[in-house]
């Protein structure tokens, strides 16, 4: 059975520093791994969209990174603000684009 | 500013009721996905579409739910009758490789 599994489950931090959120799956037919952002009671914000022939993708203080070998994501958020307070979610896609999602990390940084 | 709209936003409705949910996705997008999330089991997917054709449905309980995307601008995700435990946040998303997701339909059965 295919897992995506996120560590750690919650996570609070000082405002300005660099954190990182894991992912782990077991399906090695990666199609791609997508990286979201959930905040209360919202949908999903799309983040960062990792292809399997890729190795990491930036958007200004984040860095995605993806390891197919171990099976295993990373999102690098760098100088973290408040306003990145949020679940953040992964999500890994096979060949037939069936998405299995990850359980989250919440993440809240203070001021 | 393209997005995924999804119709109605909040729906409260009793048990037996049929409930009936609207998702329009991003124009050229060809693949749509319909989630279900709960605080216990997080996101699930439902059932997904592929230039509309149904492409994976084994996430839905059959004997009472139905996806169908009628035409390229509409899917709808349908509940007959409902129960009690399908209260949850609805969501649509489409994409070609990323996924965008819906604001959701909040549904409470009673």
């Known amino acids: 059975k295919q897992e995506v599994t996120q560590i750690p489950a919650a996570l609070s931090v000082p405002e300005g520093e660099n954190l990182v959120l894991n992912c782990s799956f077991t399906?090695?037919?990666?199609?791609?791994l997508q990286w979201f952002r959930q905040d209360p009671g919202k949908g999903l914000t799309s983040l960062l969209l990792?292809?399997?022939?890729?190795r990491e993708q930036t958007s200004g203080r984040l860095n995605a990174s993806l390891d197919k070998s171990s099976g295993r994501s990373t999102l690098y958020i760098a100088a973290s603000q408040p306003g990145d307070s949020a679940t953040y979610l992964c999500a890994q896609a096979s060949g037939t684009y069936k998405y299995i999602f990850g359980t989250g990390t919440r993440l809240k940084v203070l001021a | 500013d393209a997005r995924v709209t999804q119709t109605p936003r909040h729906k409260v409705t009793e048990m037996g009721q049929e409930v009936t949910m609207r998702c329009q996705p991003i124009?050229?997008?060809?693949?749509v996905f319909w989630y279900r999330q709960t605080m216990m089991q997080g996101l699930e997917l439902l059932a997904y579409?592929?230039?509309?054709?149904?492409?994976?449905d084994s996430g839905m309980p059959k004997d009472r739910f139905s996806a169908e995307m009628p035409d390229a601008t509409l899917a709808t995700l349908k509940i007959q009758p409902s129960e009690p435990r399908d209260s949850a946040v609805y969501f649509c998303a489409s994409g070609l490789n990323e996924q965008f997701f819906g604001p959701g339909t909040r549904l409470t059965v009673l």
């Open positions: 399906d090695s037919a990666i199609y791609n």
């Open positions: 579409f592929r230039n509309r054709a149904p492409l994976d």
């Open positions: 990792i292809q399997s022939s890729q």
């Open positions: 124009l050229g997008h060809n693949t």
